[in-house]
């Protein structure tokens, strides 16, 4: 049972993790950038959802039908000046780029917001739980982060394979130049890239702060994990993400269940492992490691 | 049979050099510098000498820094790893009974040793991934050490050995340490650069499919400067351990180790010598002046990085360089047509 348990509460983290790294991924598939910001991006995502909700008199449970397209928005606007200028000049420079603003974005959250802990206010339901048997809690808040998580990635899924823009977006991640001779505006297309993933970014960051408390410095760890989730799963691989989200997810309830020191270590330990073992990833082509 | 050779080389007179200028300049002002900075302790009040010792650790981490992405392309993010490293080892050899000022050596050799089996992890990862996998490895690092008891676990432990030493004799004996460490890395990094491993570097960033038709093994390559940086910055982290007794793992695993380093570099030039070391002044300036601002000085830093990365990627000391064609420290050859060319 105790085995059970740790295999249920590791796939409802999972399911976070997933939801939070499916931006990373779908950065670095299509733009091939790698946001080091992209934590960081989340945990502004749900500062922004705890100083609008009150102001405009919407409950915190809801927080993401306003947080979300602000962020799709903003991802179109970043893209298309910052990073789209660092990809001008080589994928060196937007690394620089995006670990600057994460430190910038960290420090400013710091000075504006304290290092105290914040959560977005969704009332009586984050006690709630779920009770199937005797040892097993499981939190209805967590059941619904895994479940969006699910959705994302199958809507992800279907955009891409189905509509025009999707099908736009795969040409350009497969052959940017074909692409762009075929006529595509490929800088456009990247820019409705990083709105999806600034989209679902916005949707991890307020998730995280349902779940749990978070602090300026909350971005990096969770980076870390979707990083973790990125490989386990395998690079360029959607459902490999959610995968990988589980498996890390219940790697780390493992390394908790031994002692509550070693959950991350066993978390970095099980990317270490599938690294030096297939480091293509669960779901990955070993052409997409390059 | 034809004795013609089949290319005739042009009879230009062409000039190499090495130095803008008289290289006697650079040894006189180095040497010069050199007596200074050994004398300054004696000189300057203490407190001085503490802000000199944790500029030159920023700037023994950003040399290392720059000879990991800026001569080798290696961006990476968990520094902090060999910062904390280097630290632990000096506490641990210290623990044992050795001297801590002895220990920094066998700090930088340990921080090297562990670097070798790291890079064949590392190393299956390119750009940004390899990136964030360094910082895994700093994180995993760190939670590690924190479990140790030993070592102080996670809530630190102060370092043995410097008991029967005054603060002010401390504080002065680790500025020399310091400055002596950072007076090795960037003289050894000089002499690095210009001799053949220096070629070899300089044909892998311009052009890596070429380097490797023309031979260069660019996997060893990558290999040796990921590990000299290690021990650089291993001994980084042994000076830090002794100019600040009281080691716990979050202030030596401190990701903002790497976030100084990536923004010195940027700032004063990647890609050449000079430029973390005005990186580091120009960061040291700031910080002084703005230390009453909480962590402003980190975010305008950034900022000036992130926008000199965008707009001047060669960096404050790159600019200058092009624009009065002068170095300090050459490592490159200029080639100059001579007086009666052709």
Redesign the interface.
């Given at each position: 049972m105790i085995w059970l348990n740790i295999v249920i509460q590791g796939a409802l983290v999972g399911g976070f993790y997933a939801l939070f790294a499916c931006g990373l991924s779908l950065m670095?598939g299509v733009l091939k950038?790698?946001n080091?910001a992209h934590g960081d991006m989340a945990v502004v995502a749900g500062y922004v959802a705890v100083f609008l909700s009150p102001r405009l008199h919407i409950p915190g449970l809801w927080s993401f039908l306003v947080v979300v397209p602000i962020f799709a928005l903003l991802g179109y606007v970043v893209q298309r000046t910052?990073i789209q200028?660092?990809i001008d000049?080589d994928?060196?420079?937007?690394?620089?780029?995006t670990?600057?603003?994460s430190?910038?974005i960290e420090?400013?959250l710091?000075?504006m917001y304290s290092a105290n802990g914040q959560s977005i206010n969704i009332g009586s339901l984050i006690g709630e739980s779920w009770h199937p048997a005797s040892i097993i809690y499981i939190s209805y808040v967590s059941l619904a982060v895994l479940a969006a998580a699910v959705l994302v990635l199958l809507a992800l899924q279907l955009f891409l394979s189905k509509s025009g823009i999707g099908r736009l977006i795969r040409a350009v991640a497969d052959d940017q130049e074909a692409a762009q001779l075929s006529g595509a505006n490929y800088r456009h297309v990247f820019g409705i890239a990083a709105a999806i993933a600034f989209a679902t970014v916005a949707l991890a960051g307020i998730a995280y702060g349902m779940m749990t408390q978070f602090a300026p410095t909350s971005g990096?760890v969770n980076?870390?994990f979707a990083?973790?989730v990125v490989?386990i799963g395998g690079?360029g691989s959607l459902w490999g993400t959610l995968v990988g989200g589980i498996a890390l997810g219940i790697a780390q309830q493992f390394g908790a269940h031994i002692n509550l020191?070693?959950q991350?270590?066993a978390g970095?330990?099980l990317?270490?492992a599938v690294?030096?073992v297939r480091?293509q990833g669960l779901f990955g082509r070993r052409s997409s490691?390059? | 049979m034809s004795t013609e050779p089949l290319f005739v080389a042009p009879r230009a007179r062409v000039k190499v050099r090495r130095s803008t200028h008289s290289p006697l300049f650079t040894i006189i002002g180095a040497l010069v510098l050199v007596c200074l900075l050994t004398v300054a302790p004696w000189i300057v009040p203490a407190q001085f000498a503490t802000t000199l010792t944790n500029f030159f650790i920023l700037v023994i981490m950003a040399t290392m820094w720059n000879l990991l992405a800026g001569y080798a392309g290696m961006v990476s993010i968990g520094q902090q790893a060999f910062v904390g490293l280097g630290a632990y080892a000096t506490l641990y050899l210290a623990i044992k009974g050795m001297n801590p000022f002895v220990a920094i050596p066998f700090a930088a050799l340990v921080c090297a040793a562990l670097a070798v089996p790291i890079t064949y992890l590392l190393f299956r990862l390119r750009g940004g991934y390899f990136s964030i996998a360094t910082w895994v490895v700093s994180d995993t690092a760190l939670l590690i050490i924190g479990t140790i008891a030993v070592l102080g676990g996670g809530t630190g432990r102060t370092m043995p050995g410097l008991q029967n030493l005054s603060p002010a004799e401390t504080a002065h004996f680790s500025y020399l340490a310091t400055w002596f460490v950072a007076l090795i890395v960037v003289t050894g990094t000089y002499v690095l650069l210009r001799s053949r491993t220096g070629l070899v570097l300089a044909s892998i960033r311009d052009n890596e499919v070429a380097a490797r038709s023309a031979g260069v093994n660019v996997r060893a390559a990558r290999r040796s400067i990921f590990v000299i940086a290690a021990a650089g910055c291993g001994a980084a982290g042994a000076v830090l351990a002794i100019s600040q007794p009281f080691i716990q793992p979050s202030n030596e695993f401190n990701l903002q180790w790497a976030a100084e380093m990536l923004f010195v570099s940027m700032i004063g030039g990647l890609g050449t010598i000079e430029g973390p070391i005005i990186g580091s002044i120009i960061f040291f300036v700031l910080q002084q002046s703005l230390q009453q601002q909480g962590a402003w000085y980190l975010i305008i830093v950034g900022a000036l990085a992130v926008a000199i990365a965008l707009w001047q990627p060669r960096g404050l000391w790159g600019a200058f360089r092009d624009r009065f064609h002068t170095e300090l420290l050459p490592v490159g050859h200029w080639v100059e047509p001579g007086e009666s060319g052709l």
């Open positions: 670095f950038v790698i080091l910052l200028k660092s000049r994928p060196f420079t937007t690394l620089l780029v670990f600057g603003l430190v910038v420090n400013l710091l000075e990096g980076l870390l990083f973790e490989v690079i020191s070693y991350i270590l970095n330990v990317f270490l690294l030096a480091p490691l390059a | -």
